[in-house]
């Protein structure tokens, strides 16, 4: 049995919530699924007042979760509008390589205005939800699990390199306007004594 997550998109929004819906019928096993949409500024938000999320983890910090945080977020809406360049300038570029921006890749296939259904899923073959997604004009994208944990760990360990060099960087302009101001209440005090 594979367990991958997927990425569902359909061509009308109704139509994503039908597949929501239905999704708990198909005969494949899935841990965690939620239905997400992005808006016209490009964030990736699960709708409130809806029956959008179900599964074993979702409030937990289940993987599912914590993509779609990663979507939602401030990365996310940069990946979202500008998928094919900002994970270059967001993450030195030799932490990844080409077949590792799978974060990229989702983002790019929300658009906005559009829903999307995101989903951890395990089955002896792709073929019962690809017929379940194509009954809906859908298409589906599967990515490995463990590529996506591998990813989302990749771009926690840079998130955590560049609030570093931030920090650093503050504190250097700290100690600058720190010296500065030192010399000029030295020169302050001096001419005071000299007067």
């Known amino acids: 049995m ?5 990425l569902m998109t359909f061509p009308t929004n109704s139509q994503t919530y039908e597949a929501f819906t239905k999704l708990k019928n198909v005969d494949v096993e899935i841990d965690d699924a939620v239905l997400v949409e992005r808006d016209a500024d490009g964030r990736l938000t ?13 409030l937990g910090g289940s993987l599912i979760g914590m993509l779609v945080g990663v979507l939602g977020g401030p990365i996310g809406v940069l990946l979202g509008w500008t998928a094919g360049t900002a994970a270059g300038a967001l993450v030195d570029a030799d932490r990844f390589d080409s077949d590792r921006q799978l974060v990229t890749e989702m983002a790019a296939d929300v658009a906005a205005g559009s829903t999307a259904i995101i989903a951890e899923v395990s089955a002896d073959s792709p073929a019962t939800l690809d017929e379940f997604v194509a009954g809906f004009d859908g298409t589906i994208r599967r990515f490995p699990r463990e590529q996506v944990l591998a990813e989302l760990e990749a771009q926690q360990q840079a998130a955590e390199h560049a609030a570093k060099a931030a920090r650093e960087t503050l504190r250097e302009q700290h100690r600058a306007e720190f010296k500065e101001k030192f010399h000029e209440r030295l020169q302050a005090l001096r001419e005071r004594f000299h007067r």
Not at 46 to 54: N, T, Y
């Open 2 to 6: 594979t367990t991958s997550v997927v």
């Open 46 to 58: 699960v709708p409130e007042g809806a029956d959008s999320q179900w599964g074993s983890g979702m």
